[in-house]
T-cell receptor
Framework: EDQVTQSPEALRLQEGESSSLNCSYT??????LFWYRQDPGKGPEFLFT???AGEEKEKERLKATLTKKESFLHITAPKPEDSATYLC????????????FGSGTRLSIRP | EAGVTQFPSHSVIEKGQTVTLRCDPI?????LYWYRRVMGKEIKFLLH????????ESGMPNNRFLAERTGGTYSTLKVQPAELEDSGVYFC?????????????FGSGTRLTVV
């Protein structure tokens, strides 16, 4: 069964303190792995798509990497506005209509 | 460009009543998706439309849920009759192509509470 596990559930950092969020996945034929950001009361906001092991994508203070079993979202020198829930999701070739979400990591950045 | 619009933003109904959620996708997006998050769980897929046709409805929980997409534009999701376990946040998303290279654009969701 395809599934996504994210860790930690919650992470509190001081402003400027870099860290990484983990996403472990099991999928029968990975078509794509996605990172989304979700703010309270809003829908998920697309950040990155990764397709193959070794691929990396960057956007401002965020960098996403992918291996055959997991993905990391690295946050460098975060600011309070980076506080949000970060969601990882996968799409399988066998069921390309849907993406399977993890439960997310709630990130809080203290000034 | 306008985003994905969902309404109502909140709905509180009694068990056994009917509720209809509406989603207006981004103009020109043929692909429309419904997802939901029930209390304490992950966001889960419900179904996928390509234009007005249902491409995949494997995530629909039971026959109390009915989704339609009129003329390939807006979509509605009707729950009839509603049960307590239907409470949660219902998200709609749209995309120009199914390959998701640019990701899906999600609406802000409808929070449904069944009492």
């Amino acid at each position: 069964e395809d599934q996504v596990t994210q860790s930690p559930e919650a992470l509190r950092l001081q402003e400027g303190e870099s860290s990484s969020l983990n996403c472990s996945y099991t999928v029968s034929g990975l078509r794509g792995l996605f990172w989304y950001r979700q703010d309270p009361g809003k829908g998920p906001e697309f950040l990155f798509t990764l397709y193959s092991a070794g691929e990396e994508k960057e956007k401002e203070r965020l960098k996403a990497t992918l291996t055959k079993k997991e993905s990391f979202l690295h946050i460098t020198a975060p600011k309070p506005e980076d506080s949000a829930t970060y969601l990882c999701a996968v799409q399988a070739y066998s069921s390309a209509s849907k993406i399977i979400f993890g439960s997310g990591t709630r990130l809080s950045i203290r000034p | 460009e306008a985003g994905v619009t969902q309404f109502p933003s909140h709905s509180v109904i009694e068990k056994g009543q009917t509720v209809t959620l509406r989603c207006d996708p981004i103009s020109g997006h043929d692909n429309l998706y419904w997802y939901r998050r029930v209390m304490g769980k992950e966001i889960k897929f419900l179904l996928h439309f390509v234009k007005e046709s249902k491409q995949d409805e494997s995530g629909m929980p039971n026959n109390r849920f009915l989704a339609e997409r009129t003329g390939g534009t807006y979509s509605t999701l009707k729950v009839q009759p509603a049960e307590l376990e239907d409470s949660g946040v219902y998200f709609c998303a749209s995309s120009q192509d199914p390959d998701s290279f640019y990701g899906y654009t999600f609406g802000s969701g409808t929070r449904l509470t069944v009492v």
